[in-house]
């Protein structure tokens, strides 16, 4: 930034940054665990400059997707993104003349030479690198060592001399960005749990990562064997897993009939933010041009599941958000942005149970849509959908589906709760003991807070009602076992009622 003469242009995609708190509740959770998790992990140089959109005009910073919701209302970062199916990255990259790829990548020693492993990370690189040695492209490779990638096998294994430098220094190792798996509700639960009833035995899986894609193994784990227990991996299984470029598991083309013959029954299960009745997916972006995410994969995998035979393609979404202190419905008359547009609709997937429109006519999936929507918003959406001319006037809700409310998801799986099947964490968790008992009660803190009613109610309670000894070690985890000043001494009350209302882990 301070040779103006030298011109940058960086294509990212997934700036990490550590959390950044603001509340006095927020500091003292998140704050010990910043330490705890990311204290090795490098601040960007380039983050902060986003942020403030201080860049000097020589440098320029494109990304083609965001961590959901980073970057809403930053117009530096809004400006600079393409919107890109993942499977072109690769190209709009080589078209702009890329001349240096940078990439993490594992380090192991082979008859005395050493070989580095792109890991997890062979994406758009191994693209990159084929798009060289055909003479499509002339860029340097640089590599930097880091100690905590798996050496991976297959296509990303690579000799040294694919690398014009590596950097192996523990000055420059530093720990990988690993931001805690969040613990599953109930309402994502449920959607993972309709999804996994789609996947055949023997079939092909895709999912995405978060709490449905977490929610859904668990489901199928839970169907194959009752539980599982993973203490390790012997290399020979290793040798199984092969991480490969994104050119190969998003597309069928190159090898199809390779790709035809074992992607058998796949399901493609990937996230969806809104969806309208007639079946078009919001996925990305906002109605205003605001990008929260991007487009990523979800294209191609819903593309896929219309070329491959057998194959389904299944969005996942909640039926509401919280908004404020209203709810709103996620499915929508219509939206004026969409991801995955109508005629690719396939299977929607809500807490509420599952809508097969696939081939359906317009009428026959609005049906199916409101079967699925939250029944506070069914007879609204049901409304402009009749006003539109798309459903008969004479048109109803099957009696079955007039009950879909939140309360009903908890009911429906506090039995199974108590017995322990869907655990909050099922693949393990970074969060301790004191800590997974302090996020429900946090939780349910930060929904108080749009009803004063509510809040003054938490606050009453945690006044009158003393905390027993469990609610005095995770007072004591926010440092409000012995508060000093009024504002600790009315967040200690909030926090002790929010307990006692928790369900104990």
């Known amino acids: 930034m301070a040779d103006r ?29 910043i330490d705890r998790l990311f204290g090795g992990y490098p601040d960007l140089a380039y983050a902060d400059a986003l942020h403030r959109g201080a860049f000097p005009p020589n440098i320029k910073v494109i990304e083609f997707f965001f ?7 930053q117009p530096f970062a809004q400006q600079y993104y393409i919107s890109a199916n993942y499977t072109r990255a690769a190209s709009y990259l080589l078209s702009r003349g890329l001349n240096v ?78 931001p805690p798996s969040e613990p599953i509700s109930d309402t994502k639960y449920a959607i993972g749990l309709h999804a996994a009833g789609l996947v055949r035995d023997g079939g092909t ?43 190969f598991t998003n597309e ?77 419905s996620n499915i929508r008359w219509s939206y004026g942005h969409e991801t995955i547009p109508r005629h690719l609709r396939d299977v929607f997937v809500t807490e509420y149970g599952v809508a097969d429109v ?9 049906a199916a849509m409101l079967q699925v929507s939250d029944s506070r918003f069914q007879s609204e959406l049901m409304r402009q959908a009749k006003d539109a ?36 964490f099922p693949f393990g968790s970074d969060f301790t003991d004191v800590e997974q008992q302090l996020i429900p009660a946090l939780q349910l803190l930060q929904q108080a807070q749009h009803t004063p009613l509510q809040l003054a109610g938490l606050l009453w309670q945690g006044m009158r009602h003393p905390p027993d000894a469990a609610d005095r070690e995770c007072l004591a985890r926010l440092g409000l076992d012995k508060p000093t000043h009024f504002a600790e001494r009315a967040y200690r009350a909030l926090v002790t009622a929010a307990l006692q209302r928790s369900p104990k882990g």
């Open 252 to 328: 069928i083309f190159g090898d199809e009939d390779g790709k035809r013959r074992a992607r058998v029954d796949a399901r493609f299960v990937n996230n969806a933010m809104m969806a309208t009745l007639l079946g078009a997916a919001i996925s990305d972006g906002l109605e205003n041009g605001q990008v929260v995410s991007g487009v990523g994969g979800q294209y191609n995998f819903v593309a896929q599941a219309f070329a491959l035979e057998g194959a389904r393609s299944v969005l996942a979404l909640e039926a509401t958000r919280q908004s404020g202190k209203q709810a709103q």
């Open 389 to 424: 001319g798309k459903l008969p006037r004479s048109h109803e809700i099957l009696a079955a589906h007039r009950e879909n409310y939140p309360e009903r998801i908890g009911a429906a799986l506090r039995p199974a709760r108590d017995a322990g099947l869907p655990p909050s």
């Open 67 to 73: 961590l959901a919701g980073q970057w809403l209302h």
């Open 205 to 247: 899986l895709q999912i995405g990562i978060g709490q449905v894609g977490d929610a859904l193994a668990q489901g199928l784990v839970v169907r194959h064997r009752d539980n599982v227990q993973l203490h390790g991996i012997m290399q020979q299984q290793l040798a199984r897993i092969q991480m490969m470029p994104v050119s």
């Open 358 to 366: 696939r081939g359906k006519s317009d009428a026959d999936v609005i």
């Open 5 to 33: 003469s030298i011109n940058l242009t960086l294509f990212s995609a997934l700036t990490l940054e550590k959390p950044k708190p603001k509340s006095l509740l927020e500091r003292r959770f998140i704050g010990p665990m």
């Open 101 to 178: 790829v940078p990439q993490l990548v594992a380090k192991r020693v082979v008859d005395g030479a050493p070989r580095y492993s792109l890991s997890c990370n062979t994406d758009t690189t191994l693209d990159v690198l084929r798009a060289r040695a055909q003479g499509r492209a002339s860029f340097r490779l640089i590599g930097q060592v880091n100690s905590e990638l798996p050496f991976m096998p297959g296509a990303g294994d690579l000799p040294a001399d694919e690398f014009a430098a590596v950097l192996d220094s523990p000055e420059t190792d530093f720990p990988l960005f690993a």
